[in-house]
Nanobody, 115 residues
């Protein structure tokens, strides 16, 4: 079983940047997809950015042009660079990797953007 652990969350002012990291305890390069999801307070979890095994990326409309997802196979780490953060980006952010029939999730990291 591969375990995931997010880091890099915190409090930032609107317009600021954060880079989230998701460290895996084993290889995730073979995952069908790796992704970042977020759950705003009182709302359901939603996809933010996904990268497929062939390197294709997809983004939620509100983050296009501001967020970038990358995966470093050598470091077994997934990243989410978030620029021009806005208060509506405030949420718990989770990373996930679809490995075989199971999707592994990290415990989440809080991102808070003040206006």
């Amino acid at each position: 079983q591969v375990r995931l652990m997010e880091s890099g969350g915190g409090l930032v002012q609107a317009g600021g940047s954060l880079r989230l990291s998701c460290a895996a305890s084993g290889s995730i390069s073979g995952a069908r997809t790796q992704g970042w999801y977020r759950r705003p307070l009182g709302k359901v979890r939603e996809p933010v950015a996904v990268i497929t095994k062939d390197g294709s990326t997809r983004y939620e409309d509100s983050v296009k042009g501001r967020f970038t997802i990358t995966s470093d196979a050598a470091q077994n780490t997934l990243y989410l660079q978030m620029n021009n953060l806005q208060p509506e980006d405030t949420a718990v952010y989770y990373c996930a990797a679809a490995l075989g029939p199971i999707t592994e999730w990290g415990p989440g990291t809080q991102v808070t953007v003040s206006s």
